[in-house]
C-alpha cells in the first residue's frame, strides 16, 4: 500500500461499496484523476450492505428516473460479464386484484418508459418458475431484464476499484474511517481520517447506512433511516448441481406478501444451494439510527447484519410456504439467515448532490444495488457538467426544506416508506401520515370549519375540497361524474369539480400559502437575476412588475420556472413549494461561482398568498380594498403589481392568474392573512380548494408545471414558453437557446391531449391518475422522437368545464398534428386520445364561457 497522500483532487468516503467503486469508475471515464478512496471497512466492503445485498435487478418503478438508472445499470453489469439476465416475475394470488391492477400499471410505466416487462398467465407462470402452486395465482408480470448481479456486486466493486487503481488514476485506502471534515468559509478542504488528514477539493459521500454520521460532520443531516431486512435460507437444495449457475430459475416477487423469492444456484458457487426467501415489514419495520450501528469487533455477524428472530416472519413465512411448498420440505439454515440493514429515505429517492452548507461536499446515499452504477454515472456527469442527461431533481438533495431534514421528521416518513417498500401499491396522489401539520396557513382554522379536504407539499397542508361546498354537486352534478373506479377516486375529493365550476361563474378564493418565496437583494441582485433569467429582468420598466421567467441550464433546456417580483430594492421568487429549495440553493451557488455581491432569503414562512379569481373577482375585491377605483383595467394592467389596503393590512396585489379566470393573487405578511382572508369570506366569497389551481384548471388552460411538464430534458421552445424575442443581454444557456430557435422546428412539443373514449372494457368511465405511454394506434408503440425520448403524459387530469380527461405529453414531430389520434395504456387498457393542441393551447376561454375548439 502507498503512504497515505496529503492531498487529492476527490476524496470518495465509503468506496468499498458498489455506489462509491461506480462513483470512481465514472469519474475517471469523466476524465477526472487524483482521486483517493476510504473505507472504514476493507475494499470491496466487508460490512456495508453491499456485503449481503440479495443483489437482484427489477425495472418495475413507476419512476421514468429510477427506471433509467437501474436498466443503465443492468446493462453496465452485464457488459462487465457480472449479470445473470434470468428473467423475473411478479405475481398476483387470487383474490389479490389490488395486487393484479399494480401489475397492469406497471405495464404502463414499462411503455412509458422504456422497460420489456408484460403481463402473463398463471400457466406460463408455472412453467417458468415449477416450484409454484399454478393455482394460487391469477397472473402475474414477466420482466425480461431482471436478473442478479454474479457472483455478487461486492465482486463487481472489488473489480472497479481494481480496474481504477491499476490505471493510476486512484489511491486506495482500507480500514481506514473519516473522523471529521475540514471545512473553512462554507466550502470543504479535506478529510480527517485514521491514517492522518488529506486535503480535497471534492469529498463524496457514499457511507450508504453511515452517511448520516458523515454528514453530521459538516452540520447536516440525510433524510435516510437502515432498516431491517429479514432473509431467510432453505437448503440443502441441488436442482441445479453441476450446472455452475448462480440462478436457475427466474425470479420471484410475492409483493402482496410482500416478499420474494430465488434459488442460489449450483451448491458449488458462492451461496450455492439453497433457497433464498427475503421479507419487507409491513406492519412494524424495525429502524436503527446509524449512531447506533455496532462496530465490526462489536458485531456477531456484521455491523449491517442482525440476529434474526422466527417471530418476526413466521407469519408471512407461512404464506409463502402454501404458494411455494417448497420451503417447508426444506431445511431452515437458522445460522446463515439474518436481517441484513438496508436504506429507506423521507420520500423513496436517494439523497444526492451537492450539499447544502457546504461547497465542494457531495452526497451519494440511499441507493440500492439495482440502481448504483446508473446513479454513480448521474453523480460524475452532474459534477463534469453541471447536469445529466436526465432530469434529477427528484434525487438532488437540494430539494429539502430544513423541517425535513430533522431527526424526528426523517424517523417518522421512514417507519412510512418502510411498509410500503413492497405492499401496498402506492397511489400516484398517496398522502403521508406523519411529519403532517408542519406548516399551516393563518386561515387553517377557518379552513378545517369549511371540511378542507387537506394534503401536504411542502410541509404546507392543503385543501383539495371543502365539505362546505357539496352542496354544488347538486347543481353541477350532471357535469361532475362520479368516479366508480376505486382507484380514480382515491385522494380525489368529487367537490372540488363542482368547486371550479361554481367559481368559474362567480369568484372563489385558493390559498396559495404553499408558494415558496426568496428574497434577493444587494448590489448585484439584478445583474445576478438578468444573467440566469431567460426573461429580461433589468430596466425600471420592469419595476413594480411580476415577471414570468425560465432557468435555463448550459444547453438551453428548462432547469425552473417561477415569477419574480420586481420591487425597488430587491426581487422576490414565487416559486412552488417542491421546487423552491432546490431553486434557492442553486441561486446561492451561481452567486459564489460568478462573485455576484447578493444576499438570497428564504421568506417562505413570513408571506402567505390568497388567489381570487372568477368573472366577479374584481367586483368583490372592490367591496374590501380602501381605493376600488386604484383595481379598474386602466389603473392596473395585467401582470402590475400594486399595494392595497385590505382590512387595514398591507397586500401586495399582483394581477394574474393561473386558472384561466381574472383575477389577482393577494401577497401579505403572515401575521395579516388571517383579516384579509375573513375580509373577503364576509363578501360571501367561496372558499375554493387548490386542486382546481394545481390540476384541473390549469390543464385546461395548457398550463405547465414544473418538475412534471417542464423538465432538463426539453429545452423552453418545445414547452413552448419562448419569448417572442432574445432578450440582448447574455444569460445562462442563451448560445444554446439561439441554436434550438434556428431550427425549422423542435425535435418534439409539449402537447394538450384529450381522451376521445374513457370508458374501459368493463363498461366503466376511468379518470386516469399517474403516469401513462402515449402509443401509435397503428403499432401500439410508444412514440419515441429522434432524440430517443419516449412520449408519455406528464400531467393528466379531468378538466370539468370540458368534460373530458386532459393530459400534456411531449409528442415527436412527426406526431404534432392537431386532431391527430394516438392512444394511452391505463390499467393495461387502451384508450383512444387526440391531439388537441400543439404547444400552449387553452381549450377552455373563460371569457366566452365555453370550450374551445
Sequence with gaps: MSAFPEKAKVVIIGLGGIVGASIAHHLIERGWDDIVGIDKSGIPTDIGSTAHASDFCYATSHDALTCWTTLYSVDFYEKMGHYARIGGIEVARVGDDERMNELRRRTDSGKAFGTRVRLMEPAEIKEKFPLIEEDLVQGGMWDPDAGLVIPRSQTVAGKLVDQAEAAGKLKVFANTPAKSLIIEDGRIKGVVTSRGTIMADHVIVCAGLWGRLIAEMAGEDLPVMPVDHPLTFFGPYDEFAGTGKEIGFPLLRDQGNSAYMRDTGDPKTAEGGQIEWGYYEENEPRLV????????????????????????????????????????????????????????????????????????????????????????????????????????????????????????????????????????????????????????????????????????????????????????????????????????????????????????????LINLSHFHMTDIEGPDHVAMMEWLCAAKIGGDANIGKGIYTHFLDDEGNVRADFTLFRMADRIRMVNGADAGPRDFHYMRRVAEDKGFDVTITDVAEKYVTIGIWGPNARENLSKVVEDPDALSKENFPFAAIRPVRIAGRDVSAFRISYVGEQGWELHMAYEDGLAVWDALRATGVMAVGVETYANSRRLEKSLRLQNADLLTEYNLLEADLQRPKVKEADFRGKAKHLEHRARDHQPAMLCTLVMTDNVDSSGVARFPVGTLPVMDPETGETLVDELGRRSFTTSIAFGPSIGRNIALAYLPWDYCQQGRALSVQYFGETYPVEVAGIGYKPLYDPENAKPRS
Design 289 to 508: 439510527h446509524p449512531r447506533e450501528l455496532l462496530e465490526k469487533d462489536q458485531a456477531r455477524l456484521s455491523p449491517s447484519q442482525r440476529d434474526l428472530e422466527m417471530e418476526q416472519v413466521i407469519e408471512p413465512l407461512e404464506r409463502a410456504m402454501e404458494l411455494t411448498p417448497i420451503l417447508g420440505e426444506l431445511g431452515y439454515n437458522e445460522g446463515h439467515s439474518f436481517n441484513g440493514l438496508l436504506q429507506t429515505t423521507t420520500d423513496g429517492g436517494p439523497s444526492m448532490g451537492e450539499s447544502q452548507k457546504v461547497r465542494g461536499l457531495w452526497y451519494c446515499v440511499g441507493i440500492w444495488v439495482k440502481d448504483g452504477p446508473g446513479m454513480g454515472k448521474l453523480i460524475a456527469d452532474w459534477m463534469t457538467d453541471g447536469r445529466t442527461a436526465i432530469d434529477h431533481a427528484r434525487v438532488d438533495y437540494a430539494r429539502f426544506n430544513p423541517f425535513q431534514l430533522t431527526e424526528q421528521f426523517i424517523h417518522d416518513r421512514c417507519v412510512e416508506t418502510a411498509k410500503k417498500i413492497y405492499n401496498p401499491p402506492v397511489h400516484p396522489r398517496e398522502p403521508f401520515d406523519g411529519g403532517r401539520g408542519i406548516r399551516r396557513s393563518p386561515f387553517w382554522e377557518r379552513e378545517k370549519e369549511l371540511g378542507g379536504y387537506f394534503m401536504e407539499l411542502g410541509g404546507w397542508e392543503r385543501a383539495h375540497g371543502y365539505a362546505a361546498n357539496e352542496h354544488l354537486l347538486e347543481k353541477y352534478g350532471d357535469k361532475v361524474p362520479e368516479r366508480k373506479a376505486e382507484w380514480d377516486a382515491r385522494h380525489f375529493w368529487r367537490v372540488s369539480n363542482a368547486e371550479q365550476l361554481a367559481m368559474s361563474e362567480d369568484c372563489g
